[in-house]
């Protein structure tokens, strides 16, 4: 809460909610996850998912944030728990990173930008688990004209409006086939 109230990490909004809202949110991709996976969490802010997910047990979290205030918290966050995170300073369409095995992310963007940011982030095997509010179906029309996907819909625990997408097999459509 001190951190907050300079650099916004989370909307004024939901602090008197931030366990529900934001919290038990992120840990509802703890159970989908194996601890061995590598994770990559793309504009990490106040550390939804990514630093969640490295507290609970995921051992290898890379934590992406162009915001270099934010990226001092998710250091004092990470040292505070105590819980070992990679964080890269930097925009994600800049990041040169080691494919991982999952990308996440938590309020970005819409579903066609995140899969053009992810999916270079992958490994072949690899998959997207990102938590969706109401718009989910209209971001799924949307980013079929340009990406073929094999797409889980695992319902939110924390907004009956939400869904978290797991999304592998990811290839972008090629313009011969449009």
């Known amino acids: 809460m001190r951190w907050n109230s300079r650099i916004n990490l989370v909307a004024a909004r939901d602090t008197a909610q931030i366990w529900d809202r934001h919290v038990l949110d992120s840990l509802q991709l703890h159970s989908l996850l194996s601890s061995r996976e590598t994770i990559i969490d793309l504009g990490s802010g106040g550390g939804f998912p990514g630093l969640i997910l490295a507290i609970c047990g995921s051992e290898d979290v890379t934590l ?3 915001d270099s205030r934010k990226c001092s918290f998710l250091r004092e966050a990470a040292r505070a728990a105590e819980t070992t995170v990679r964080i890269v300073n930097a925009r994600i369409e800049d990041v040169r990173l080691a494919p991982a095995d999952v990308v996440t992310a938590r309020a970005l963007a819409a579903l066609p930008q995140l899969l053009d940011w992810a999916e270079p982030l992958l490994l072949p095997h690899g ?3 990102f938590l969706k509010g109401r718009k989910a179906d209209e971001e ?3 980013a079929r004209s340009r990406w073929h996907m ?3 819909r695992t319902p939110s625990r924390t907004d009956p409006d939400g869904v978290i997408l797991g999304l592998s097999q990811i290839k972008r459509v ?3 086939n449009c």
């Open 64 to 66: 992406v944030e162009s």
């Open 127 to 129: 998959r997207c688990l």
């Open 140 to 142: 799924l029309t949307a």
């Open 150 to 152: 094999m797409i889980t």
């Open 174 to 176: 090629s313009p011969l």
